[in-house]
């Protein structure tokens, strides 16, 4: 590989589209591959199992050839309900995740900047919140207030959007408490039965790391089931 | 399986090459049975068998980096290499997940 076609992977990869890398293994030669655009000649006879493989968001080598198709394709976006110290945890183990991050949070006062450098930190309520966030059922939802006024709303969205992943941070009781809520709302029960409530896997772990650890876990699982 | 944008790893390449250094890219293109890392796993190897990343749980790492040294020492552009439970190399390295790994190596010029 030329270092040039290096650097425009580099390039393709932090402007956050999703490509493909086309190699030809016999002669080294490889392409970018953008789906809609035409590739040269020694690939576009292939196009159409490339453009399968892009589709199946698959890595290898298209069979009978001497073609490798690697793909990549955008994290997945997580939003997360209160800027709490958990959630200062959940960044860092999400960071080489492949997960995108955003912080909801309308209490200022948790919100700052300074605990959560370089990230995305929404202080707005979250019916105002999502407006900016643009969300869908390949999104996951860590609502971590358990404070009603913040979280409830979130999850009626999350609920409402088909997130693949809900989850809400709170002991049973709070978790009962809050279905009933749902339910008073309009919700039906196979509905609130999708959010992981108390959130996380069985970790036994008490610190806020280690409860980050098993909300993240449960969230890496979940996405490999999707 | 799919790679994700937070993978570093060629941004590192890049790295060592603005530093001078020769780089060869390892990737996994098939596996057959058991095997720790995906198709599209990569490690990186300079011409002194530094290495960064992985393309297995340290099987056939040693045998890469060898593998890569000799790809700079030849200027040569790439080659293909598969470690199988029977073939020499990977009994030397030992494949004990009893997978099998194709790996392509590429010098970057």
Redesign the interface.
Known sequence: ???SQ??E??KK?AS?TEFAIV?N?A??L?EIYEPGKSLSKEFETHKEQIDNFFKL?????IEKTEI?V??????IKVIIVGAVHIAQYLVDFA????FEISIIDPRGYFASEQRFPDLKIINKWPDEAFKEVETNENSALIALTHDPKIDDPALQHAINKKFYYIGALGSKKTHENRCKRLKDAGFKTEQINLIHGPIGIKLGGRSAPEIALSIIAQLVSETYKK | MKNSFDEKILEEANDWINTNQRVVLATVIQTWGSSPRQVGSRMIVNEKGDFSGSVSGGCVESAVVRECIDLIKDNKPCKKIEFKVSNESAWEVGLACGGEIAVYLEQII
Do not use: Q
């Open positions: 590989m030329k270092h290096l650097k992977i580099i990869k956050k190699t293994l002669n080294g490889s968001k698959k890595n290898g080598v490798f690697e793909t990549y394709i955008r994290p960071k080489s995740l492949n």
